[in-house]
């Protein structure tokens, strides 16, 4: 076991996300630490609903690189590991010990996955997920999210082999930092613009014009979205760019499992 | 600032749910830092699309014990924080800044946050609230999160005061962990029921029966569900109770807001 390094505090302030990675693999340790943070993590009910899938296949990495908005690095990444919301497991256990039976026994409702548990295997397989980033950063293991594992659900079901009641909430590429220095931490915005007192408070327009005044001093005047302000450049680039449009179509066909009734019937 | 006396590895294995707080206060110091935590997590595209609610008001604390499945130890917690999936101000800022005119002046079309938006700002809610657990953890700041806020959106949202476009993903009860003797970590499944090589593999019935092997065997026997295995006395409890009908139930109306088109504008 490797000598833990870095404290908690200085992993979360130097901590960058990485689109480059030394050229060599992992070793079996390293990626086993990194799930075995995952699989510390806190799960609702102790029922762990996640899985995760990790990819070191060439072929597979430079599929996954183009389907999640061409983004070439993805393919140079030693691992690419996605982590799963997943209730198929559990159904399937449930369906497999007389489940049904026992409800229709004793006047329950025999329900299969819906938006509740969704959310749920959501919330474990992110919080997984972010386990990982922290036990992978303290062996000198850098990664960068994914969000665009969501888009493109039927082509991912089929390239992952996804069952009905799994849903690809995020991906992970990992690598050991680079030799070259590592990057100061992006800015962040100051806590009085998101954290609120026992009561939600939206902003006014001069505390929105303050939040974003670095946004709006460092946005490029010239650019091919001819946006005239950083909110006008960021909507085209992400609130409204193609990617976005996607991620909502491909999550709708996602939902659909989880929304239909009886469809475990026809399988 | 405090030294921080725990390796990430010792926090990784011992990090226990904690439903039991020492009786005293976080001290502010603790509670930015806690917050800090979250601010240095990983957002996508740096927007942190999330807001914290702090909540110490113990009229509040004592609603949420309630509406939160009634879980008494809520009321009890030093700090609760909700994490909120965040897309409000973003479209405040967008909509103080001309988006909707830039976008009829370039062809763009102007779209109102939907499903894409909500699993991202998700996300980072919940990529932030287990950096935050993180960071509490390093203090000897013991947490447990509570699902259950998404629950009874219609009260919350009340309670809250949240817009539109803000949905509580997360809750995070904090405190210093007690004197007593910290209990062991809870058991974990082994990572060859949900870890998979390049795709999903969905778990045979003989594979299936000795990953819930522990369960079959330690579930009471003589329970008030008249439950006969565990994945019976599971299903009473977990995904066949109230409180996940009733979380699909708030679920379903929450994704209103960010299905629905155009509501922005009767605001």
């Known amino acids: 076991?490797?000598?833990?390094?870095?404290?908690?505090?200085?992993?979360?302030?130097?901590?960058?996300?990485?689109?480059?990675?030394?050229?060599?693999?992992?070793?079996?340790?390293?990626?086993?630490?990194?799930?075995?943070?995952?699989?510390?993590?806190?799960?609702?009910?102790?029922?762990?609903?996640?899985?995760?899938?990790?990819?070191?296949?060439?072929?597979?990495?430079?599929?996954?690189?183009?389907?999640?908005d061409h983004q070439p690095f993805i393919a140079k990444a030693p691992l690419v590991m996605i982590f799963v919301a997943d209730y198929q497991r559990w159904f399937d256990y449930f369906q497999l010990s007389g489940v049904e039976e026992y409800c229709q026994k004793t006047g329950r409702k025999f329900k299969e996955p819906s938006e509740g548990d969704l959310f749920l295997a959501c919330s474990d397989a992110l919080i997984a997920a972010q386990n990982s980033v922290i036990a992978a950063e303290a062996r000198g293991i850098a990664s960068c999210y994914i969000g665009d594992i969501m888009e493109n659900y039927e082509k991912h079901r089929e390239l992952l082999n996804l069952p009905p009641w799994a849903f690809p909430i995020a991906m992970l590429c990992f690598g050991y930092y680079p030799e070259t220095k590592r990057p100061d931490p992006r800015s962040r915005f100051d806590p009085k613009y998101f954290v609120y007192n026992e009561a939600y408070q939206r902003l006014s327009p001069d505390e929105l014009r303050e939040m974003f005044q670095e946004e709006e001093n460092s946005f490029p005047k010239n650019n091919p979205f001819k946006a005239e302000n950083a909110a006008q450049w960021i909507y085209a680039r992400k609130a409204g760019s193609d990617f976005a449009a996607e991620m909502t179509r491909s999550i709708r066909e996602a939902l659909k499992s989880w929304q239909e009734k009886n469809n475990y019937k026809s399988e």
Chains 1, 2 share one sequence.
Request: charged fraction near 35%; proline fraction near 3%; hydrophobic fraction near 40%.
């Open 1 to 68: 076991m490797k000598d833990q390094s870095h404290s908690v505090e200085e992993i979360l302030k130097k901590r960058v996300s990485m689109r480059q990675y030394a050229e060599r693999d992992l070793s079996e340790e390293d990626i086993e630490w990194i799930i075995e943070g995952a699989r510390r993590a806190p799960t609702a009910g102790g029922m762990m609903l996640y899985s995760i899938i990790a990819v070191k296949d060439p072929a597979k990495k430079l599929i996954l690189s183009e389907t999640c």
